[in-house]
């Protein structure tokens, strides 16, 4: 017997059961924090065993990102996955308020990039993620760091210029880019958020803390000169000595590039552990 049903913290039980091959797996560790608000996780069963789940993450009032998605071992090949994510899909177009549906992946993983195809997914960009231990000391100079924004409309109408209103995609979170529009922002969010710019007033800076796993410091640059702007990493240098300062937690820095602007020569050195991976979506509205 087929069953498609929304799971709860208690399935738990079910899903350590699965053989899903993975030496380390952080849905495991993470099932109730996955399982709960605004995470919501399905799995598909065949006579009472779990064989294959997937979810997905509300962001905002209408943003969804699909993903999570494990097959049992015992049970791959047999167009289960597309079954459930399908199922998955047509419950999130039935909620009115939902505007953008989306998966991120490796380029590598043939398999998934597949999958959003066939679930109408249109690839949007390609991004690289690059994680430092710390700002490089090859990186600084003696140039005056950036003036820190502080007034709350100030940083909305930078927010607005840098990202919504030229519909740019957004690092919200590491892992999870999305298509920058206000309904994704809170308040306190934007409160939360340290925003910089330079003196001229044409570039943006925002700096802010992320954990996935593990700390970072999320660096948000919306422009395609990382190495050109005097001060830009002094300043980015100094928000991460006062966070290690403040909390005791030495965290990487995580930096989003668009695959585009991959071509700094005084950025390669640092690229080794980049992956390559891309932003797939359709707007229902």
Not at 61 to 87: S, V
Not at 108 to 122: D, P, Y
Not at 157 to 173: F, R, S
Request: a neutral charge; hydrophobic letters at 35%; glycine letters at 4%.
């Amino acid at each position: 017997m087929e069953e498609i049903r929304k799971l709860s913290p208690t399935d738990k039980y079910h899903y350590a059961k699965m053989e899903t091959d993975l030496p380390t797996d952080y849905m495991l560790m993470s099932f109730e924090r996955i399982s709960s608000d605004p995470n919501t996780l399905y799995g598909l069963f065949l006579d009472d065993k779990l064989v294959c789940i997937g979810g997905y993450t509300l962001f905002g009032t209408a943003q969804i990102m699909l993903g999570r998605l494990r097959t049992d071992k015992n049970y791959r090949r047999k167009k289960l996955a597309f079954k459930l994510m399908r199922f998955i899909l047509n419950e999130i177009r039935s909620i009115p308020e939902i505007s953008w549906i989306g998966g991120y992946t490796e380029v590598t993983n043939i398999a998934s990039r597949n999958l959003q195809k066939q679930l109408g997914l249109v690839p949007m960009v390609n991004l690289y993620h690059t994680n430092l231990p710390s700002v490089p000391t090859s990186f600084l100079s003696m140039d005056p760091k950036w003036i820190e924004i502080k007034i709350y409309k100030e940083k909305l109408n930078w927010l607005k210029e840098a990202y919504i209103e030229p519909m740019n995609i957004i690092p919200y979170e590491c892992y999870y880019p999305l298509p920058s529009s206000l309904e994704l922002f809170t308040e306190q969010q934007i409160e939360n958020w340290t925003f910089y710019r330079n003196a001229s007033e044409s570039r943006l800076l925002i700096l802010k803390p992320d954990y996935k796993g593990k700390h970072y410091v999320h660096i948000l640059y919306p422009y395609d000169d990382l190495m050109g702007q005097k001060g830009l990493w002094n300043t980015i240098d100094d928000y991460y000595h006062q966070y290690v300062k403040q909390t005791a937690i030495k965290p990487s820095l995580w930096l989003d590039i668009d695959a585009r602007n991959m071509n700094d020569s005084l950025f390669e050195d640092h690229l080794a552990s980049s992956t390559e991976w891309v932003l797939s979506g359709s707007y229902s509205k």
